[in-house]
T-cell receptor, first 113, second 115 residues
Framework: DQQVKQNSPSLSVQEGRISILNCDYT??????FLWYKKYPAEGPTFLIS?????DKNEDGRFTVFLNKSAKHLSLHIVPSQPGDSAAYFC????????????FGKGTKLSVKP | EAQVTQNPRYLITVTGKKLTVTCSQN?????MSWYRQDPGLGLRQIYY???????DKGDVPEGYKVSRKEKRNFPLILESPSPNQTSLYFC??????????????FGEGSRLTVL
C-alpha cells in the first residue's frame, strides 16, 4: 500500500495565480518531508523540505505546509510562473538519517501564460 | 562540479542480454539509490545503499542486482533483462537519506529499452 500519495496526477494554473500541490501520507513515523521538481529528460532536483516538528517552511515563492494530525502536506507556489511547469514529487523519510526516502507518484503542474 | 553521472544515457538491448548501468558520484556521499520512473507510477525505488558494502532492497528489486564496493560507485545490474524493465532509471546520492543537508542529488537518467 502506498505510504505517500499524490492523488492529483495533474494540475493546471494560470500564470500569476497560486499553485497548490497536495500530498498525503500514512506512516506517522515519517520525520522529514521533501519536494522535488522534475523537468522532462532531466533528473529530479530538490526544491524544499520540512521537518515533522514544524508546520511551515518558506523559501521565496515556495512554501510547504505540514498538518501532522491530518497526515497531509502541501506545496504552495505564489505567484506561479510558466517556468514552474514540471512534475513535482513529494517524498517522506523514515528511519532518521540512516533511513530511506519514499516518493509519491508525482503531480504534473502546467502553468499557462 | 558536484554531480551524479550515469552511463549509458540511452540503451536499446534485447531480452536476456546482461547489462550494467553505472552510477558515480563525486561528493563523497554515503547514501546512494536507484529508482525507475514509469508513466503513472512515479519514482519507485529499486535498491539503495547506506554505505560501502551495505545494500537494501527498495520497492521493486526483482530482476536487478547492485553492488557497493566503493563509496563513489553504485552500478545497477540487469542479469537477464526483460521487456517489463523498459523504463527510465535514475541514480541518486546523498550525505544521508533526506534531512537538512541530505537531500538527494539525482543523475540525468538512463533510458533503457528491452526488446
Amino acid at each position: 500500500d502506498q505510504q505517500v500519495k499524490q492523488n492529483s496526477p495533474s494540475l493546471s494554473v494560470q500564470e500569476g495565480r497560486i499553485s497548490i500541490l497536495n500530498c498525503d501520507y500514512t506512516n506517522s513515523m515519517f520525520d522529514y518531508f521533501l519536494w522535488y521538481k522534475k523537468y522532462p529528460a532531466e533528473g529530479p532536483t530538490f526544491l524544499i523540505s520540512i521537518s515533522s516538528i514544524k508546520d511551515k517552511n518558506e523559501d521565496g515563492r515556495f512554501t510547504v505546509f505540514l498538518n501532522k494530525s491530518a497526515k497531509h502536506l502541501s506545496l504552495h507556489i505564489v505567484p506561479s510562473q510558466p517556468g514552474d511547469s514540471a512534475a513535482y514529487f513529494c517524498a517522506a523519510r523514515v528511519g532518521g538519517s540512516q533511513g530511506n526516502l519514499i516518493f509519491g507518484k508525482g503531480t504534473k503542474l502546467s502553468v499557462k501564460p | 562540479e558536484a554531480q551524479v553521472t550515469q552511463n549509458p544515457r540511452y540503451l536499446i538491448t534485447v531480452t536476456g542480454k546482461k547489462l550494467t548501468v553505472t552510477c558515480s558520484q563525486n561528493m563523497n556521499h554515503e547514501y546512494m539509490s536507484w529508482y525507475r520512473q514509469d508513466p503513472g507510477l512515479g519514482l519507485r525505488q529499486i535498491y539503495y545503499s547506506m554505505n560501502v558494502e551495505v545494500t537494501d532492497k527498495g520497492d521493486v528489486p526483482e530482476g536487478y542486482k547492485v553492488s557497493r564496493k566503493e563509496k563513489r560507485n553504485f552500478p545497477l545490474i540487469l542479469e537477464s533483462p526483460s521487456p517489463n524493465q523498459t523504463s527510465l532509471y535514475f541514480c541518486a546520492s546523498s550525505l544521508a537519506a533526506g534531512g537538512p543537508v541530505g537531500e538527494l542529488f539525482f543523475g540525468e537518467g538512463s533510458r533503457l529499452t528491452v526488446l
